[in-house]
């Protein structure tokens, strides 16, 4: 690896707000990368190139021009795992710039060190945004023969068992020091988080979340969980159901599992024509106020599987308001809420209008 311009360009900035000197940066060639003197950008510098080439430890000039390109002052190599990638340069007298020269080095090489870790890191979320990425939305045939290599090297093998969550604010998987789970890979595009965990119990995904999202300082959150698959081929198809899971639960904070959430999906499934007729055909009349009365009303009826106390405290209204509500539902709709069959319809209607 040899340094690059804008790496460069960042050490120069840093290290120029902490001495009060001219600075160069120069590559392999000994080429001028970066430089507190944009005019010398560019140039040779005889002095770095000697350095690689002959592999000094330091190179004092004691004039300008009394080496190629160069100006007096002090230039030292620049090594990353024992390899030199260029030479640092400060500009002055040799005899008062000398004490600077070792700190100056040290302080390049750290920085080095960090922007190159740094990039390291980036090529490697990039590289696992990728493969997440085909995972998710390439059938298993499209998948290069490559993929399965790709897949043990992130410890998976392909006869485990997997399951796909996915996660909004996609942020907790970034803040979070995420606790060490081998079993999973996580990326994040956008606002959603993907998690892709090989386990064959949801809950312990599940468990995953809750801590990450702990750990990120992120007390409410949305997540949806596709059911397990028996193998590395059914990502995709777990993966779109946590996608469509996500989608029915717009609004609403939690963890949610595709396997309880059956019945909900085939409803949200039914074309908005049939929803909306279905609407009118039970709510004639309605405006979209008493629509929305209506909804929370069967929410709250359903959460607390009809007990009237239970409903009355939590809407804060008296026993008596929930019996007359129930009693306007029944007389307006032609439906009782206290019949299965009816607060099935009744629910699915009002579910429809929380989320349409």
């Not at 485990?160 to 979070?176: E, K, R, W, Y």
């Not at 959460?303 to 809407?315: E, T, V």
Request: glycine share 6%; proline share 3%; with cysteine.
């Amino acid at each position: 690896m040899y340094l690059q311009k804008d790496t460069a360009a960042k050490i120069i900035e840093e290290i120029s707000m902490i001495l009060d000197y001219d600075l160069n940066i120069m590559d392999e060639k000994g080429a001028i990368l970066a430089s507190t003197d944009p005019s010398r950008v560019g140039m040779f510098h005889e002095g770095a190139w000697r350095i690689i080439r002959y592999h000094l430890k330091e190179l004092c000039i004691y004039e300008d021009g009394q080496y190629h390109g160069c100006r007096k002052g002090i230039n030292l190599p620049v090594f990353l795992n024992d390899q030199i990638i260029g030479v640092i340069g400060i500009t002055g007298e040799v005899a008062e710039v000398m004490k600077y020269a070792k700190v100056l080095k040290k302080m390049t090489e750290i920085l080095v060190l960090d922007l190159f870790s740094y990039h390291k890191k980036s090529q490697q979320e990039q590289a696992l945004l990728f493969f997440i990425n085909e995972w998710v939305n390439k059938e298993p045939a499209e998948l290069l023969p490559a993929f399965r290599d790709e897949l043990h090297s992130y410890g998976f093998s392909e006869n485990a068992p997997f399951a796909v969550a996915l996660v909004t604010p996609g942020q907790i998987l970034q803040d979070a020091e995420l606790p060490v789970l081998s079993s999973c890979l996580c990326s994040c595009n956008g606002d959603v988080g993907v998690v892709i965990c090989s386990t064959s119990q949801t809950e312990k995904l599940a468990a995953f979340l809750k801590t990450a999202a702990r750990n990120a300082g992120q007390e409410t959150f949305l997540a949806s969980v596709g059911s397990v698959q028996p193998d590395y081929t059914g990502v995709k198809r777990s993966y779109n159901q946590a996608r469509k899971l996500l989608t029915v639960k717009q609004g609403e904070s939690g963890i949610f599992f595709y396997d309880n959430s059956t019945a909900e999906l085939i409803f949200h499934d039914v074309l908005p024509e049939y929803k909306e007729a279905l609407i009118r055909q039970l709510l004639p009349g309605f405006t979209e106020e008493e629509m929305v009365e209506f909804a929370d009303f069967m929410n709250a009826y359903v959460q607390n599987n009809g007990s009237i106390g239970q409903i009355a405290k939590q809407l804060f209204v008296h026993k008596n308001t929930v019996q007359y509500k129930i009693n306007k539902i029944l007389r307006q709709t032609g439906k009782d809420p206290r019949v299965i069959q009816d607060v099935i319809l009744l629910n699915m209607v009002a579910g429809w209008i929380r989320r349409p």
